[in-house]
């Protein structure tokens, strides 16, 4: 039998690396395909290499997911990177163009995110995939929890991301959130020796008009001549955050399916969520958009959306509660809070008359 397209970079990956791809790959059922989000940038090249090895010595199937986001003039090269790559492994590369709109009160970082993972999820189920590999790693947690502590996101926010999360149907796994990034780029240059293949580079992790190439550049050094440690640090926050998050929201779902919940958990009655002790009202909305997919608003527009909540009419009548939140709306309607999607006022308004 022919040796596995994979078997032959074998030599370019780190065991530590594939040991956290492996144990990741052991939550899918055998033989199932697994995917792997590919920008053709160093850490995600790197995951579908491992993954590749991973997933040919488990007898399953992989498919690479390329999203084309149409932001840099070189986003096309960058295509033709992932899918070379994706042959070299001997996997599958599916590529899906978007288009980012950062004027519906997203930042391009928010709305570049919300666009790759509507496409992830679309080529995974066009891939027949349920189970996603993510590339983010112990240095992109650390980042995490500094920018949602400077956003002011609360002390669940620290959490930051998890290892494993479902989302539209997706099960997505991040299995380098305790390994250093340094590992992952010593593996690159192995790679790049055995096979001739080179990363691509994305120049906006080296602008900093965005907050995370800000960390980067001009935070980290500071940080890394004082307090070495602080990326495992931020990191042991994040597991330590998330483990006091988990018995949070235990506590808030308990609440929250209480509230006469409606339309497969978009909306919730307004005055039963009144009832709850003021203290457990801002934790149920948390779960809530979490359960929908959203991320967590920071504390300040938290703290106005329960201002507004706690003051419309009982019944839902004053028709100016519109809070924005990424690409939703939450609304009262009728005695209810309800989320919908969409970013036009004619939308909401269309909602409001129904």
């Keep these: 039998m022919n040796a596995h397209p994979a078997a032959q970079w ?29 920008s053709a940038g160093a850490d995600s090249a790197m995951l579908a290499l491992h993954a590749a090895v991973a997933a040919a010595d488990a007898g399953r199937p992989l498919h690479c997911f390329h999203i084309h986001h149409g932001l840099q003039g070189a986003a ?89 999360a479902r989302h539209n149907g997706v099960t997505y796994h991040r299995p380098w959130l305790e390994q250093p990034r340094s ?8 790679f790049e020796a055995l096979s001739a293949w080179r990363p691509v580079q ?18 980290a050094p500071v940080l890394d001549a004082h307090w070495p440690a602080w990326r495992r640090t931020l990191s042991r926050h994040a597991r330590q955050a998330r483990e006091l998050a988990q018995r949070a929201q235990d506590a808030a779902r308990e609440d929250w399916l209480r509230l006469d919940l409606r339309d ?10 009144r009832l709850l ?28 959306w329960l201002k507004q909540l706690r003051e419309v009419h009982a019944l839902g009548h004053d028709r100016q509660v519109r809070l924005r939140h990424e690409n939703h709306w939450i609304l009262v309607q009728k005695g209810r809070v309800r989320l919908i999607s969409g970013a036009s006022d004619g939308n909401i308004l269309k909602t409001q008359l129904e």
């Excluded at 791809?21 to 697994?34: N, Y």
């Excluded at 590992?183 to 192995?190: E, G, W």
């Excluded at 978009?266 to 969520?273: M, N, R, Y």
């Design 183 to 190: 590992l992952i780029l010593q593996a690159a240059q192995r």
């Design 264 to 273: 497969g958990g978009a909306s919730f009655s307004l005055s039963a969520w």
């Design 10 to 38: 074998q030599a370019a990956c780190d065991e530590r690396l594939l040991a956290a791809v492996r144990g990741a790959l052991t939550d899918a059922p055998a033989g199932a395909a697994i995917g792997v989000a590919l």
């Design 202 to 219: 994305d120049p906006s992790n080296q602008d900093p008009q965005y907050k995370r190439a800000a960390v980067r550049l001009d935070l």
């Design 76 to 164: 096309d090269r960058w295509q033709a990177q992932a899918h070379r790559l994706a042959g070299l492994l001997g996997a599958s590369c599916h590529s899906r163009r978007v288009q980012v709109d950062a004027r519906q009160g997203l930042g391009m970082e928010a709305a570049a995110r919300s666009a790759r993972y509507a496409a992830l999820a679309a080529l995974a189920d066009r891939a027949g995939v349920g189970h996603v590999l993510l590339a983010h790693h112990q240095d992109d947690q650390a980042e995490t929890v500094l920018l949602r502590l400077l956003r002011g996101s609360g002390p669940l926010g620290l959490a930051a991301m998890a290892a494993v």
């Design 277 to 304: 002790p003021q203290a457990h009202q801002a934790p149920v909305l948390r779960f809530w958009l979490q359960e929908r997919g959203l991320r967590m608003p920071t504390e300040a527009r938290l703290d106005a």
